[in-house]
């Protein structure tokens, strides 16, 4: 068992070394990942690369809460020229956002020509549904229908348009007629209406709300809306920058009128004076325009702002997703270095188990090959009483017998040769004695 243990421990220190340095090899100085940057990533300090972003946003925001809406323009416009119920109402609409602004639309007042523009609408419906053909007759002097569309939008002839509104039957006939487009109740209507050329803007907006809506079907009445005079009054006075298509009205102190705005964001406008001047009507066109010029810019600001907040919010997306596979990919590299790690291990310390085992094995293979060896040695000098028998006693004696005998003859022929050398040497000495 000794021998069996120093041979193990010699195996084991012999192995060690080699173990050691082949791990060595194996295992880095310094294990590190690169560092994942993004494109959109910036090395600048937090919230320095928004800063100027956030203070441009705030600022808008501050400007959108700071903007008068029109409600307040208007109360400023009609405080400044003196405006009342009696002698202006508005309506406004815009037909992107769906913002309205209303102001004594239901009151009725004189319409003028603008009365033109839903009877030459109805006559456009019946056309549309084949009720009635664009060259039907109109008036006794031969006037087709389409003939007269453009007298009355365009040159606002009064004549062709009283022969259109009679042809529907009598006044009050008509009078219903107009208000297949219109959205005002029964008791929401001032039973004037009835009683003369009484319209209300709202009326009016109601009717510019349908055509523009079915403007693909009523271009004719749109093309000639953009054509009617004056092409340099009313709305188009002051505003010049987009192509409006309206109709005007001008009676006895009414200057009104009524239309639709080509803006980037097209409105509706219906405008209603009496006896306050056609300058009214243009600067009303032109407070509005002005202000849906505005409120287009700061949408488009807004819009912006929405873009670049989705882009960050999608950059930090990004940022977030990058840095969440850098960190699954770390994780991963550091569990493949683990179970590599793991794996060596585990095979070195199979290896110095079947190293060990195998010097074990030699060594017993070693004391079994030398087991018989000393048993064989050790035997010739063990008695075993197996095998003993008498007669070796006489041997044993006679060899005795002989070994004394033997011994003693060496010794008295030893002494024989003792006394002869004595003798010698004293005759010798004689000899050299001097005579006498």
């Given at each position: 068992?000794?021998?069996?243990?120093?041979?193990?421990?010699?195996?084991?220190?012999?192995?060690?070394?080699?173990?050691?340095?082949?791990?060595?090899?194996?295992?880095?100085?310094?294990?590190?990942?690169?560092?994942?940057?993004?494109?959109?990533?910036?090395?600048?300090?937090?919230?320095?690369?928004?800063?100027?972003?956030?203070?441009?946003?705030?600022?808008?925001?501050?400007?959108?809460?700071?903007?008068?809406?029109?409600?307040?323009?208007?109360?400023?416009?009609?405080?400044?020229?003196?405006?009342?119920?009696?002698?202006?109402?508005?309506?406004?609409?815009?037909?992107?956002?769906?913002?309205?602004?209303?102001?004594?639309?239901t009151h009725m007042m004189i319409a003028g020509s603008t009365f033109k523009l839903p009877l030459n609408l109805y006559y456009y419906e019946?056309?549309?549904?084949?009720?009635?053909?664009?060259?039907?007759?109109?008036?006794?002097?031969?006037?087709?229908?389409?003939?007269?569309?453009?007298?009355?939008?365009?040159?606002?002839?009064?004549?062709?348009?009283?022969?259109?509104?009679?042809?529907?039957?009598?006044?009050?006939?008509?009078?219903?007629?107009?208000?297949?487009?219109?959205?005002?109740?029964?008791?929401?209507?001032?039973?004037?209406?009835?009683?003369?050329?009484?319209?209300?803007?709202?009326?009016?907006?109601?009717?510019?709300?349908?055509?523009?809506?079915?403007?693909?079907?009523?271009?004719?009445?749109?093309?000639?809306?953009?054509?009617?005079?004056?092409?340099?009054?009313?709305?188009?006075?002051?505003?010049?920058?987009?192509?409006?298509?309206?109709?005007?009205?001008?009676?006895?102190?009414?200057?009104?009128?009524?239309?639709?705005?080509?803006?980037?964001?097209?409105?509706?406008?219906?405008?209603?004076?009496?006896?306050?001047?056609?300058?009214?009507?243009?600067?009303?066109?032109?407070?509005?325009?002005?202000?849906?010029?505005?409120?287009?810019?700061?949408?488009?600001?807004?819009?912006?702002?929405?873009?670049?907040?989705?882009?960050?919010?999608?950059?930090?997306?990004?940022?977030?997703?990058?840095?969440?596979?850098?960190?699954?990919?770390?994780?991963?590299?550091?569990?493949?270095?683990?179970?590599?790690?793991?794996?060596?291990?585990?095979?070195?310390?199979?290896?110095?188990?079947?190293?060990?085992?195998?010097?074990?094995?030699?060594?017993?293979?070693?004391?079994?090959?030398?087991?018989?060896?000393?048993?064989?040695?050790?035997?010739?000098?063990?008695?075993?009483?197996?095998?003993?028998?008498?007669?070796?006693?006489?041997?044993?004696?006679?060899?005795?017998?002989?070994?004394?005998?033997?011994?003693?003859?060496?010794?008295?022929?030893?002494?024989?040769?003792?006394?002869?050398?004595?003798?010698?040497?004293?005759?010798?000495?004689?000899?050299?004695?001097?005579?006498?």
């Amino acid at each position: 068992m000794v021998r069996k243990f120093i041979c193990a421990l010699l195996a084991v220190l012999l192995a060690l070394p080699l173990a050691s340095f082949i791990a060595a090899e194996d295992i880095p100085e310094v294990v590190e990942l690169p560092t994942v940057v993004t494109p959109m990533q910036k090395p600048t300090e937090d919230g320095e690369e928004n800063a100027p972003e956030e203070e441009a946003a705030s600022e808008d925001e501050t400007k959108a809460a700071e903007e008068p809406r029109l409600a307040e323009l208007f109360d400023e416009f009609r405080a400044a020229r003196n405006l009342t119920e009696d002698n202006f109402a508005i309506s406004y609409y815009d037909t992107v956002t769906g913002e309205s602004y209303d102001w004594n639309e239901t009151h009725m007042m004189i319409a003028g020509s603008t009365f033109k523009l839903p009877l030459n609408l109805y006559y456009y419906e019946l056309e549309n549904a084949g009720e009635i053909a664009p060259d039907a007759l109109i008036t006794q002097g031969g006037a087709t229908l389409d003939w007269c569309h453009y007298l009355s939008i365009v040159e606002s002839n009064n004549e062709i348009s009283h022969a259109l509104l009679y042809r529907i039957g009598n006044f009050h006939d008509y009078k219903n007629a107009m208000r297949t487009y219109f959205t005002m109740t029964d008791e929401e209507i001032d039973p004037k209406y009835y009683q003369d050329n009484y319209y209300c803007t709202r009326m009016m907006m109601d009717t510019l709300k349908y055509i523009y809506a079915h403007q693909e079907e009523l271009t004719e009445l749109v093309d000639y809306m953009k054509q009617s005079h004056p092409q340099n009054g009313y709305f188009r006075a002051k505003v010049t920058e987009m192509e409006v298509a309206h109709k005007y009205g001008s009676f006895e102190g009414a200057e009104n009128d009524v239309g639709i705005f080509y803006a980037e964001r097209p409105f509706l406008l219906a405008v209603y004076t009496q006896n306050v001047g056609e300058l009214v009507v243009q600067d009303a066109a032109r407070l509005a325009a002005d202000y849906n010029a505005r409120q287009t810019e700061l949408a488009k600001k807004k819009a912006l702002q929405e873009q670049l907040d989705a882009f960050e919010a999608e950059k930090e997306a990004r940022m977030q997703e990058a840095e969440a596979r850098a960190e699954e990919a770390m994780q991963a590299l550091t569990a493949q270095y683990e179970a590599e790690q793991a794996a060596k291990k585990a095979a070195q310390e199979a290896a110095l188990l079947e190293a060990e085992k195998a010097s074990m094995a030699q060594a017993d293979t070693q004391e079994a090959e030398t087991a018989p060896e000393q048993t064989k040695a050790s035997s010739v000098f063990q008695f075993n009483p197996d095998n003993f028998e008498w007669w070796m006693l006489a041997v044993a004696a006679a060899v005795l017998v002989l070994g004394s005998g033997g011994v003693l003859l060496i010794l008295h022929t030893g002494k024989m040769k003792e006394l002869t050398r004595d003798a010698a040497q004293e005759d010798d000495a004689e000899d050299e004695l001097p005579e006498k």
